[in-house]
Nanobody, 119 residues
Framework: QVQLVESGGGFVQPGGSLRLSCAAS????????MGWYRQAPGKQRELVAT???????NYADSMKGRFTISRDNALNMVNLQMDSLKPEDTAVYYC?????????????WGQGTQVTVSS
């Protein structure tokens, strides 16, 4: 079993910053990738950022230059630094990890943390 717990969400004004953290625990091995998705009410879940095992990062176009994903292997943690936040960034943010022990890739999700950007 793998558990992911997000933290750091909250309320912030447009142009502000917020840092999300995701702590992983359980039987974690052969991590293929980890990162963040987000979903607003009535909208599809969309990819925010991905960090591969080899350290390669990918961002959705609307997040490039504003969001930064990083990891702390010693703490089994992945972080998302969000700067220059916009109202359209308001959503529930979900942490995930992809596990590939030797077969197919299995995705595990956190419970989500609410981010609200409003003046």
């Amino acid at each position: 079993q793998v558990q992911l717990v997000e933290s750091g969400g909250g309320f912030v004004q447009p142009g502000g910053s917020l840092r999300l953290s995701c702590a992983a625990s359980g039987s974690i091995f052969s991590i293929y990738a980890m990162g963040w998705y987000r979903q607003a009410p009535g909208k599809q879940r969309e990819l925010v950022a991905t960090l591969t095992r080899g350290g390669i990062t990918n961002y959705a176009d609307s997040m490039k230059g504003r969001f930064t994903i990083s990891r702390d292997n010693a703490l089994n943690m992945v972080n998302l630094q969000m700067d220059s936040l916009k109202p359209e960034d308001t959503a529930v943010y979900y942490c995930y990890v992809d596990i590939a022990p030797g077969g197919g890739v299995t995705k595990y999700w956190g419970q989500g943390t609410q981010v609200t950007v409003s003046s």
